[in-house]
């Protein structure tokens, strides 16, 4: 007998968990699903974790630095390195998603057609990840 895979929840790591958590929950749609203890520290108050999801679609969301050891500044040369990493959400109507999240706030530019096929568009997250919607049929 095997085993039922149920999905896959990736874990990023964020510089600044607010606003990572209000670009995916505000901007994006997701929900909250659980997340750790909030702390007070200098930087704020915050979780650490957070587990965020819409419909199907799940990610978890982790801070780089323990409490009070955050620079003030993000390494500009890790947010670079965030370029290799892509966050695929797949949609029902990419068109529908762009119209929604444009409405909230979001910046991109409008869906187009993929070399490959899949209609699409994308934007960075406050850490430089990117996050592409692309329509499945």
Not at 59 to 68: E, G, H, K, R
Not at 85 to 98: H, N, P, Q
Not at 103 to 115: C, H, I, N, V, Y
Request: hydrophobic share 40%; glycine share 6%; charged share 25%.
């Amino acid at each position: 007998m095997t085993f039922a895979a149920l999905g896959m929840t990736p874990l990023i790591s964020v510089f600044d968990m607010p606003s990572a958590v209000s670009f995916y929950r505000e901007i994006l749609g997701f929900d909250l699903v659980s997340a750790s203890p909030e702390v007070e520290t200098r930087e704020g108050t915050f979780s650490h974790w957070v587990w965020l999801r819409r419909g199907p679609v799940e990610l978890m969301l982790n801070t780089q630095f323990d409490s009070n050891e955050r620079p003030e500044e993000n390494d500009q040369a890790r947010v670079a390195a965030h370029g290799d990493t892509v966050l695929y959400i797949g949609c029902s109507d990419v068109d529908e998603a762009f119209d929604e999240l444009t409405r909230r706030g979001l910046q991109a530019d409008a869906p187009t057609m993929a070399p490959y096929g899949l209609k699409q568009f994308s934007t960075k997250d406050p850490d430089g990840y990117t996050v592409v919607f692309q329509e499945v049929r």
